[in-house]
């Protein structure tokens, strides 16, 4: 069942079709992240859990800038206190976890500067684009901060560990052709392009199997801390499971009737 989108005040919401538009409007400068940000971002992650009326969400900036990270100026009137950034790290890594289980394919159109708590974000995306004109920057060190958001779970898997401390250490900035040779970004879009490659690829997306896609994420995440044997186990789990959906039985008929699917994401 469609449900109600929540109310935000650092996030506009739009829902076409299936496709939910997630665009980051921080009232904080550069789409830094604040405590209600932090609060909301959690809520959209669990509403993507329940909403049956969302197939695929797109996440971008808004005013050609994607996410700058944490909000430097909010540590510095909090006095740096500990316990608020370990709350509001909490919060965030909350919000990741609940991402990274929804069903729901994520794509993440990173159409401007995305450092530190920003790039774990812009990574979480299953299918991650970059605008030509964006880039990607570690940023923790010149804070005196080791990293979160995800980054150092994220990094040594896609570009190993030998970069990944490279990027962690010496914190230079990433390029969109060094994000997509490195695996960080999926591909690299010119800047005016880049609303209209979101906008197919989220539609393709929200017309396929979404439990399906679910249960692939999330093998393929697991798979690196799995032997082969557990993972050949979670795999026939998950294929059983699948088998039982609506989807799979159109998949089926589509094949035997020669026709193209018409899946509806359970």
């Known amino acids: 069942m469609a449900r109600s989108l929540p109310e935000c005040e650092n996030f506009v919401l739009e829902r076409d079709d299936n496709v939910l538009s997630i665009t980051i409007d921080s009232t904080t400068k550069f789409n830094s992240l604040n405590d209600t940000m932090g609060d909301e971002l959690l809520e959209l992650a669990a509403f993507l859990n329940v909403d049956d009326g969302t197939r695929c969400a797109v996440m971008t900036g808004s005013d050609g800038v994607f996410c700058a990270g944490a909000d430097v100026e909010g540590f510095a009137e909090d006095g740096h206190r500990p316990d608020s950034v370990r709350r509001g790290a909490s919060i965030l890594h909350d919000a990741i976890v609940q991402f990274h289980q929804a069903d729901v394919p994520l794509i993440t159109g990173v159409n401007g500067v995305a450092t530190g708590a920003g790039l774990g974000i812009a990574l979480l995306g299953d299918i991650v684009l970059i605008s030509e004109d964006a880039r990607f920057e570690y940023a923790y060190p010149r804070l005196g901060l080791p990293g979160d958001g995800g980054a150092t779970f994220h990094l040594p898997r896609f570009v190993g560990l030998r970069k990944a401390k490279d990027i962690a250490l010496l914190d230079r ?83 035997v009737e020669k026709r193209e699917p018409e899946f509806e994401g359970h």
């Open 173 to 255: 900035p990433i390029t969109p052709d060094e994000a997509v040779e490195w695996g960080l970004a999926t591909e690299s879009v010119p800047d005016d392009e880049l609303d209209g490659r979101l906008d197919e690829l989220a539609h393709e997306l929200a017309s396929g199997p979404t439990r399906a896609y679910g249960a692939a994420k999330q093998l393929l995440t697991r798979s690196f801390d799995r032997s082969l044997e557990e993972q050949l186990a979670a795999e026939t789990d998950a294929i059983a499971t699948a088998a039982e959906t609506n989807d799979h039985a159109e998949g089926v008929a589509a094949f």
